[in-house]
């Protein structure tokens, strides 16, 4: 394990170049006084994303809390705190160079904090990591529905085709892997020659057992999954509303088209830290589509990363500050 810490640092920063080189193209090609401009004309009604995200976020807790029930009867880790640790897990995702997973981790230790055992904790979230690739795969097929009715190129409406057909087995596969081959268990089987028996070896039996019951909860699912996809197209009004506020009004059918093929790519490429120039290039492109100039897309686009700004940073200080006090009270925090 200690070999792998610097490999999942060293992609995260290789992302980090390769996005902020990509980022830098698209400036240098565009022309960034009138990027500038459009962003001025919306002036301080942009300031109307950030709270407009707590949908959200309330969202995505409702969903967690679902999944959570059986391991919490008493409700220790409420949906009020859910929805706390969920603006936290985004902040950390969006803005930290992660490479878009350390917030699963820092949702597992959060909720840890309420009483709930690691591997009930990592069963949820592994549990919902994987409703998000599969709702984002079924918001990307709506998404290239709309690319199509919208009189995208053909040639780009087969290309993401292709690529969305190629993607369907990676959600399929790895839910049957996580649901009947005892994944955890057999990489401590493979590691335990190495490292000797340790309390990984319970951990993972027990991590297995959580997720196998996790994904048997057929209604639990489908009820949380149907809350994500509705927070994935929730997002599609801030493309709306900056266009709109851009002098660019277009239809519900072209933001959620946007939205839904650069959250693909974001997510394709995680990698890359905060999708730093995977998310305009996803705008620039499909913008295109639509008549949309570079400058106009990445307008929007910056438009969406001060959304992210504003609402993690103030997740992130909160979290810091929970952690020190944990540090200097730690009988009072366990409370």
């Known amino acids: 394990m200690q070999q792998r810490i610097p490999t999942l640092k060293l992609a995260a920063y290789a992302g980090g170049l390769l996005g902020l080189t990509l980022l830098t193209v698209l400036v240098v090609r565009s022309d960034f006084a009138a990027m500038w401009a459009t962003i001025r004309t919306a002036g301080w009604s942009l300031l109307w994303l950030p709270p407009y995200r ?14 959570l029930r059986p391991y919490d009867p008493n409700r220790r880790a409420g949906l009020g705190y859910l929805f706390w640790v969920t603006t936290v897990r985004e902040g950390i995702d969006r803005l930290l160079p992660v490479a878009s997973v350390g917030g699963g981790f820092a949702g597992v230790r959060l909720v840890g904090w309420r009483g709930i055992g690691t591997a009930p904790a990592a069963a949820t979230v592994a549990t919902e990591v994987l409703l998000t690739m599969a709702v984002l795969y079924v918001f990307t097929a709506t998404g290239l529905f709309l690319l199509s009715d919208l009189g995208a190129p053909d040639q780009t409406s087969r290309q993401v085709f292709i690529a969305l057909l190629l993607g369907l087995p990676v959600p399929v596969v790895t839910a049957l892997l996580l649901r009947n081959a005892a994944v955890f268990s057999r990489l401590e089987a493979f590691i335990r ?3 000797g028996e ?31 996809l509705i927070a994935f197209a929730s997002a599609s009004f801030e493309v709306w509303y900056a266009l709109r506020l851009f002098g660019h009004p277009v239809d519900m059918r072209a933001a959620v088209m946007l939205e839904s093929m650069t959250q693909a790519m974001r997510h394709v490429a995680f990698v890359v830290p905060a999708g730093l120039g995977v998310q305009e290039a996803g705008f620039v492109l499909f913008g295109h589509a639509l008549g949309i100039s570079g400058e106009l897309a990445l307008a929007v686009s910056m438009a969406k990363r001060m959304r992210e700004v504003l609402c993690g940073v103030p997740a992130l200080v909160s979290w810091q500050l929970r952690e020190a006090a944990r540090l200097r009270f730690p009988l009072r925090s366990q409370s």
Do not use: H
């Open 193 to 195: 020659p190495m490292v």
């Open 54 to 67: 707590l949908l959200y976020f309330i969202l995505y807790a409702i969903g967690w809390r679902l999944l």
């Open 198 to 228: 340790t309390a990984l070896s319970s951990g993972a039996a027990a991590l297995d057992r959580e997720l196998r019951a996790c994904l048997s909860r057929g209604w639990s699912l489908a009820f949380a999954g149907v809350l994500q």
